[in-house]
Nanobody
Framework: EVQLVESGGGLVQAGGSLRVSCAAS????????IGWFRQAPGKEREGVSCIRNTDGNSYYADSVKGRFTISSDNAKNTVYLQMNSLKPEDTAVYYC?????????????????????WGQGTQVTVSS
């Protein structure tokens, strides 16, 4: 059974840091890219970051570049999203998702429909 389980969300003050984790099981982790998406109330789910486990390439939304860092521990089948300098507008439910290659198209990593599996999400709240 495929599972993606997010953890590490919580409440933090603006300017603070959080690290969320995505533990994967039930598929060949090294063959997939893992993406992080977020959804704020009343808004569309948007791509935040993605890492391709085959070669380690990573991608970031402009809104988080320089503040968020994605990493993957292939031995643990876990992807992390380190979030620094958090802002109130980063408040959302954060979801991780997995997509198997081949990957194609512009900005494929943020195309929700390409992803095969999704986690249940973890809430991140940034207070001002």
């Amino acid at each position: 059974e495929v599972q993606l389980v997010e953890s590490g969300g919580g409440l933090v003050q603006a300017g603070g840091s959080l690290r969320v984790s995505c533990a994967a099981s039930g598929f060949t982790f090294d063959d997939y890219a893992i993406g992080w998406f977020r959804q704020a109330p009343g808004k569309e789910r948007e791509g935040v970051s993605c890492i391709r486990n085959t070669d380690g390439n990573s991608y970031y939304a402009d809104s988080v570049k320089g503040r968020f860092t994605i990493s993957s521990d292939n031995a643990k089948n876990t992807v992390y999203l380190q979030m620094n300098s958090l802002k109130p507008e980063d408040t959302a439910v954060y979801y991780c998702a997995a997509v198997k290659g081949p990957w194609y198209g512009d900005s494929w990593y943020f195309v929700r429909e390409m992803y095969n599996y999704w986690g249940q999400g973890t809430q991140v709240t940034v207070s001002s």
